[in-house]
């Protein structure tokens, strides 16, 4: 009886040590237990919530595709334990190491099968992620022992910016203790749209209207996300700059009062690219637009749109798209 007295004490210390006793907001690396790794213990502040690591991750999930590209990135397969939730395949340079992932998921894993995988981080591409209503939320996350972190464009403490690229990669770099990969990426982001910049020198910026999806309304990116950016970086300008939102809806009406030169389409999900083409170029309120009178599109993965690394490349696409003549 003494003997097992004495294992559940210690089972029971190592539950406390385990879930570390702290809120959301401020809390130690759940699987701290053991000695504290070369480097740390580092603390990050991520969209409001506060974690100190006492060494990097070694049973990462990834949530959304622009997230686990990043780990992928950075070259830190081998600490993750699963993924979920792809948008478009994963980029050639990333398959062999994505292939030897658990996928939880076609979608967002239930919770359940969520902590099925023992991950002990969680991190998410979008807000939607972490639903609590959904019994995902970070602070559920937190009580079972599992640190999260959520992509710095979902809460931004200002415009969202080409930096805040940088942001997300030293960030994850440091919480992974691999800072020189990220600084590696950074430079790589940097090198591409520093070309990109170059190429385009002072030329005169399209209108730009981005068609995500919607056919009573419109749903388009707003001022309020990388998008934005990356037309700027492109060589256009967002007509829906003014949208003080990441995505938002407005009427067709809208769109035409504002005669974008280029439609840029964000092509992704189950209806065909050719299928939202048409629908625009038969739209009645879109048949002035001069985009539409001269079939001017342009054509971007969804994946290519959200803060991670496929960004610098999918400005460089889009403006080779706008500016053929001077990016090639």
């Given at each position: 009886m003494a003997k097992r007295s004495l294992s559940l004490l210690a089972a029971a210390a190592f539950l406390v040590a385990g879930c570390g006793g702290g809120t959301s907001g401020d809390r130690d690396d759940p699987a701290a237990s053991g000695a504290t790794a070369e480097g740390f213990p580092v603390t990050v502040t991520n969209c409001g919530v506060r974690t100190t690591y006492q060494r990097p991750p070694e049973r990462a999930v990834t949530l959304n595709q622009h997230a686990t590209e990043v780990l992928l990135a950075l070259g830190l397969e081998k600490s993750m334990v699963g993924t979920a939730y792809l948008d478009d395949k994963i980029l050639p340079e990333y398959q062999d190491a994505y292939e030897g992932i658990k996928v939880l998921s076609k979608e967002y894993p239930s919770f359940e099968?969520?902590?099925?995988?023992?991950?002990?981080?969680?991190?998410?591409?979008?807000?939607?992620?972490?639903?609590?209503?959904?019994?995902?939320?970070?602070?559920?996350?937190?009580?079972?022992?599992?640190?999260?972190?959520?992509?710095?464009?979902?809460?931004?403490?200002?415009?969202?910016?080409?930096?805040?690229?940088?942001?997300?990669?030293?960030?994850?770099?440091?919480?992974?203790?691999?800072?020189?990969?990220?600084?590696?990426?950074?430079?790589?982001?940097?090198?591409?749209?520093?070309?990109?910049?170059?190429?385009?020198?002072?030329?005169?910026?399209?209108?730009?209207?981005?068609?995500?999806?919607?056919?009573?309304?419109?749903?388009?990116?707003?001022?309020?996300?990388?998008?934005?950016?990356?037309?700027?970086?492109?060589?256009?300008?967002?007509?829906?700059?003014?949208?003080?939102?990441?995505?938002?809806?407005?009427?067709?009406?809208?769109?035409?009062?504002?005669?974008?030169?280029?439609?840029?389409?964000?092509?992704?999900?189950?209806?065909?690219?050719?299928?939202?083409?048409?629908?625009?170029?038969?739209?009645?309120?879109?048949?002035?637009?001069?985009?539409?009178?001269?079939?001017?599109?342009?054509?971007?993965?969804?994946?290519?749109?959200v803060l991670g690394v496929r960004v610098p490349a999918g400005v460089e696409s889009l403006a080779r798209q706008l500016h053929p003549d001077r990016v090639r």
């Amino acid at each position: 009886m003494a003997k097992r007295s004495l294992s559940l004490l210690a089972a029971a210390a190592f539950l406390v040590a385990g879930c570390g006793g702290g809120t959301s907001g401020d809390r130690d690396d759940p699987a701290a237990s053991g000695a504290t790794a070369e480097g740390f213990p580092v603390t990050v502040t991520n969209c409001g919530v506060r974690t100190t690591y006492q060494r990097p991750p070694e049973r990462a999930v990834t949530l959304n595709q622009h997230a686990t590209e990043v780990l992928l990135a950075l070259g830190l397969e081998k600490s993750m334990v699963g993924t979920a939730y792809l948008d478009d395949k994963i980029l050639p340079e990333y398959q062999d190491a994505y292939e030897g992932i658990k996928v939880l998921s076609k979608e967002y894993p239930s919770f359940e099968v969520l902590l099925d995988a023992e991950p002990d981080f969680a991190y998410a591409g979008f807000a939607s992620t972490f639903d609590e209503k959904e019994g995902r939320g970070r602070a559920a996350l937190t009580k079972a022992g599992v640190n999260s972190y959520l992509n710095v464009e979902e809460c931004p403490t200002g415009p969202v910016t080409m930096a805040m690229i940088d942001e997300e990669l030293r960030a994850v770099g440091k919480i992974f203790g691999v800072p020189e990969r990220a600084e590696r990426e950074v430079r790589k982001a940097k090198a591409t749209l520093g070309a990109v910049e170059k190429k385009l020198g002072d030329v005169d910026p399209l209108k730009v209207f981005v068609y995500d999806s919607g056919d009573k309304t419109a749903f388009t990116a707003g001022g309020a996300g990388v998008g934005n950016e990356m037309i700027k970086e492109a060589g256009g300008a967002n007509i829906f700059a003014d949208l003080d939102k990441q995505f938002g809806d407005v009427s067709f009406e809208q769109v035409a009062e504002r005669a974008p030169e280029v439609v840029v389409i964000y092509d992704y999900g189950d209806q065909p690219l050719a299928a939202k083409k048409k629908f625009l170029l038969s739209h009645p309120a879109l048949q002035d637009v001069p985009a539409i009178k001269k079939k001017r599109f342009a054509v971007l993965p969804l994946s290519s749109t959200v803060l991670g690394v496929r960004v610098p490349a999918g400005v460089e696409s889009l403006a080779r798209q706008l500016h053929p003549d001077r990016v090639r």
